[in-house]
């Protein structure tokens, strides 16, 4: 009888779920304060580096499914937020499912408290190890961290087991038929206030968490604004074009805030200027260790307005920006390193284990190609690479890393780079694409007798630049669209049509040609393994 009523698995799975939540919530603030590790997010950086790129790349499409299908906006920022949505979620499944293990360990033996921490050692010690090994984000001592991860998981394990002792206890032998029913139904009550009490640390742990996650005044005063960038100061060099974009296009210069970031970690690196430095080894005659104020002070400062795609952009996507980047050529760099006759490659690492290589004769021959520690006028974002990122023409994002620590010459060619191994493009050139951003119906202009929809957007082609851009309407006669000056030529070019207005529902499509005569391809492919192509199409109801 006493047997029959101790708590089964599926109780465990639910406790060891209600637990999960104030751990986590718990572990979230301490983050925050003291800087220690997220196991959630270790846990889903590990897995982004050991799983099958067909994995990753089901995981990707998913999660930007979900988000055009909800019509989110902002898909970099969505998608980091879904990554790390998906990590607690990962970490919370585990608890449950250790849970499950733990109550049925506990239904065939006595020792609850000893059964609780082994389970929750079991648990965190794997992920107090993944934060020493992965984890570049966090500002406490990685032994601090995960001696505080292994104790949360244990006090979560022994919590559990002390849940599983209450509810286990069985009436007094002997007690009336009506007294039992009462004792069960005071089980349930304590599970119902151990929902409500877990639900209130998860909510307090979570919310100080957020809330102190933010830059919040100092002393009462309000918060400095942040410092003014190049853009502040300075027209576009394109000021003076008297062609004005349709209302509703994208703004031609991205703010930083608003520029696409996408990358292989939950929390990108944390990185100290104060302890960096840029190793420059391998096969050279010169090896370097460079810092920031080195690069700075020591080369001539190279600015460019550049475009940046990211190669999982769908058609008509905002993973696309446009932004003045300063840095040094890649081949000054590598010039004062002396590489030797044999060093043909430069094999470039991040501190997020992200790598690429470039070969040698390409930067020597492009000095577009470059390190950059600064957008518009300002020290690089943090979450977009501080204190520095290469810039390579021409191709995709998934081929330019950020955080980088080091470059090493060497005379081997290592499979393409980090996102190759996982399937993708070798060469990674970008592809012609034009948007259309606007149809602005509610914006009509009047062109003596006629009224005129303006429609407008971007195209893009890398530095081969746009010669033309055409609109059509209802799949009728390919229109030319107006072009405005790009602000270099290696960014967007903004367009604009006017349209000739009519009552009813249309639909409108662009496509460019690029400054060799190409055309963009109309052909409609997903973007694995190349990036993305086809035409761009919006509807209007008039």
């Not at 005569?517 to 199409?537: C, F, I, K, N």
Request: proline share 8%; glycine share 10%; with cysteine.
């Amino acid at each position: 009888m006493y047997r029959n009523l101790r708590p089964t698995p599926l109780a465990g799975a639910l406790v060891g779920g209600l637990l999960a939540a104030p751990l986590l919530a718990v572990l979230y603030l301490a983050a925050v304060v003291a800087g220690t590790t997220f196991p959630p997010f270790d846990l889903f950086d590990w897995l982004a580096r050991v799983l099958p790129g067909s994995l990753i790349r089901a995981g990707i499409n998913f999660i930007v499914s979900i988000i055009a299908a909800l019509n989110l906006e902002d898909t970099s920022r969505s998608a980091k937020t879904a990554e790390q949505v998906l990590a607690v979620v990962l970490v919370a499944a585990i608890l449950m499912f250790a849970g499950a293990v733990l109550f049925a360990l506990l239904r065939y033996g006595r020792r609850e408290r000893l059964a609780g921490a082994v389970v929750g050692l079991v648990v965190g010690l794997p992920l107090a190890l993944l934060g020493i090994i992965i984890n570049t984000s966090a500002a406490a001592l990685p032994p601090i961290s995960a001696i505080w991860t292994a104790t949360a998981f244990l006090a979560w394990g022994v919590a559990g087991a002390w849940v599983y002792r209450w509810l286990a206890a069985a009436p007094p032998p002997g007690t009336p038929e009506p007294a039992a029913a009462v004792y069960a139904l005071d089980r349930r009550r304590f599970l119902v206030q151990l929902g409500g009490a877990t639900a209130t640390i998860t909510v307090v742990g979570a919310g100080l968490g957020a809330l102190l996650s933010r830059p919040l005044p100092a002393d009462g005063e309000p918060q400095a604004a942040a410092a003014p960038g190049w853009s502040d100061s300075h027209a576009l060099p394109n000021a003076d074009d008297p062609l004005k974009p349709a209302p509703g296009t994208r703004p031609e210069f991205t703010p930083v805030r608003d520029h696409y970031r996408i990358d292989v970690n939950a929390l990108p690196p944390a990185l100290d200027e104060a302890d960096w430095t840029l190793s420059v080894f391998g096969l050279v005659d010169n090896p370097l260790e460079l810092t920031l104020d080195d690069l700075r002070a020591g080369f001539e400062p190279l600015h460019q307005f550049i475009t940046l795609s990211c190669i999982s952009n769908p058609v008509g996507g905002d993973l696309i920006s446009t932004q003045r980047w300063t840095g040094v050529p890649l081949r000054a760099v590598l010039d004062r390193a002396a590489p030797l006759i044999n060093g043909g490659y430069a094999l470039i690492r991040s501190a997020d284990g992200f790598d690429e290589i470039l070969p040698i004769t390409d930067a020597r021959r492009d000095e577009r190609i470059m390190l950059a520690y600064a957008w518009d006028g300002l020290p690089l974002p943090t979450e977009h690479g501080f204190p520095l990122r290469i810039y390579i023409p021409n191709l995709y994002g998934m081929k330019q890393p950020k955080w980088i620590v080091s470059i090493e010459v060497t005379d081997r060619y290592e499979d393409g780079g980090y996102w190759v191994r996982k399937g993708w493009d070798e060469v990674a050139r970008v592809k012609s694409t034009s948007v259309i951003d606007t149809v602005a119906a509610g914006d009509l202009v009047q062109d003596g007798d006629r009224t005129l929809v303006p429609v407008g957007g971007i195209a893009y082609a890398g530095s081969r630049g746009i010669r033309a851009v055409e609109v059509r309407v209802n799949e009728g006669e390919w229109f030319p669209a107006q072009l405005r000056a790009p602000l270099s030529e290696t960014t967007w070019v903004i367009w604009r049509y006017d349209w000739p207005f009519q009552a009813g529902e249309y639909r409108f499509e662009v496509r460019c040609i690029d400054g060799g005569g190409a055309a963009q391809r109309e052909e409609r492919h997903d973007v694995y393994p190349s990036g993305a192509t086809g035409l761009h199409m919006r509807r209007a109801n008039l």
